[in-house]
């Protein structure tokens, strides 16, 4: 395990929850975009789960709860398909009402954070995969 490329990892899944959560909160208190803010708050979870994941690796506590990762991997493709759905679904409200760009209400900036959230969602499957597979690996060894 590089420490570095840890360090990195770990640092840009906190930007993630605090970008998340002030997501969150801005759509929800100064604008009242209950949809922006919900794919916001989404954000900030998942990239809370992949800080997590990243955080039980280093610490080497996945070698003993191979499952836990297995449900991490199987709630990030579920998130990931509820992304896509949200990013398309909006994009095409967006069109259909024919709305601006630069309005902070605008179904357009709720696709950029249904895109968001689709990259953390395909994080966490990543990693989880990545992990238990090593994990796996190592297993192998040690029963032989």
Known sequence: MDLRRQWLKLAYATLGVAFGLSAFLCWTLAF????????????????????????????????????????FRAVGVVFSLVAVAGAVTFI???????????DPRSYYLTSIWCFITLKWS??????SHRYCKEFDDIGILIDF
């Open 32 to 71: 009242n975009q209950p949809a922006t803010a919900a794919f916001g708050g989404l954000s900030g979870v998942l990239a809370l789960w992949t800080l997590v994941t990243h955080l039980m690796y280093g610490q080497d506590l996945w070698r003993t709860w191979l499952q836990g990762l297995r449900c």
């Open 92 to 102: 095409s409200l967006a069109i259909t009402q024919r709305q601006s760009f630069i």
């Open 122 to 127: 395909l994080f966490l499957s990543f990693y």
